[in-house]
């Protein structure tokens, strides 16, 4: 593995945590996103960032301190991943969105430049084909809270090059991660299988009025002895990033539960993003932050 250069394209939630943890273990790393408002959230959560690791890596205060200035920020695509060795993808979850965004990078990263998708609900084969280097295509996809949480999961399509996923598992490993090679193509990965699963059932609980998200998050606490319940990890992944997984599946005629999914993504944003209730990263959603009440002592007493 010899990569040097890493783009991380998109600056959300978890394509910010991808930056800073690469930029924290010695990488030069560009955040590409599409305008200057993007790139300006994208360093207030770079900020907020510093001061999780300067509180999570008490014995590596020196790196942290330096992982800043191995970050750039651009808004010019073409800048962005010119230089790259490593293009990490994390946009938003809809495939036309993911295609037009290879297409315009297979035109203007070099030809070395393998490509790496972070989606969580979609597979490598589905853009392969836009990406104009389908060999050096495939998909590496991290947990949110990406420096406690640190999973690093490499799942390549079938005409992935075996060298390409081995490159990969190695970059997953040196920037702190436990590699986890997925064999076969399999929405969801291994975690997201196990996850989403959860979150729907929960969703859905709440969707058809049979229980509220405190409810169920203490129910499901109690039960597995789980430190939060799944509404409080729908606020960890960001509500935006929620409601367009749940828009997806409502707006697929295959899926029998379409209705269902319809009812969620409307009362997530009827009673959510429209109110600039996004999860933690803005101070609320289903819970209050920083103190949420799944944090107190009663949160789960008689």
């Known amino acids: 593995m010899n990569f040097k250069n890493v783009t991380v394209a998109g600056s959300g939630v978890l394509g910010s945590q991808i930056a800073f943890q690469t930029a924290f273990k010695g990488f030069e790393v560009i955040i590409y996103d599409i305008n200057d408002d993007a790139v300006e959230k994208a360093k207030e ?13 008490k014995e590596e205060q020196k790196a942290v301190q330096t992982a800043k200035s191995r970050i750039q920020y651009m808004t010019e695509l073409a ?11 994390a946009i938003p979850e809809k495939e036309a969105i993911k295609q037009q965004f290879y297409q315009e990078i297979a035109e203007a990263a070099p030809s ?9 609900t979609m597979l490598p084969s589905q853009f392969a084909d836009y990406t104009g280097r389908p060999s050096k295509f495939l ?22 090059d075996s060298k390409v996923v081995k490159q990969v ?9 436990v590699p986890l090679h997925i064999k076969k193509e399999q929405p969801g990965y291994i975690l997201n299988s196990l996850l989403v ?11 058809n009025g049979v229980a509220d998200p405190y409810a169920i998050d203490k129910t499901w606490m109690i039960a597995t002895g789980a430190p939060m319940g799944p509404f409080a990890i729908m606020d960890i992944v960001g509500l935006e990033t929620v409601y367009n997984i749940v828009s997806t599946k409502a707006e697929s005629p295959d899926n029998p539960e379409q209705d269902k999914f319809k009812q969620i993504a409307e009362l997530v944003k009827n ?16 819970y209050t932050y920083p103190n949420p009440a799944y944090n107190e002592e009663d949160f789960l007493q008689p």
């Open 45 to 57: 959560r770079i900020d907020k960032l510093e001061e999780t690791y300067f509180d999570y890596f």
């Open 79 to 89: 800048k962005a991943v010119g230089n790259a060795d490593l293009v990490i993808e």
């Open 112 to 120: 070395h430049t393998i490509f790496a998708t972070n989606s969580s």
């Open 139 to 160: 998909a590496l996809h991290f947990a949110n809270r990406i420096w406690m949480n640190n999973t690093g999961e490499v799942m390549g399509h079938p005409g992935t």
């Open 169 to 177: 598992l190695e970059f997953a490993a040196a920037i702190g991660m």
């Open 197 to 207: 699963p959860l979150l729907d059932a929960a969703q859905q609980l709440w969707g």
């Open 271 to 286: 009673e959510y993003i429209d109110k600039g209730k996004m999860g933690m990263q803005t101070g609320e959603g289903f």
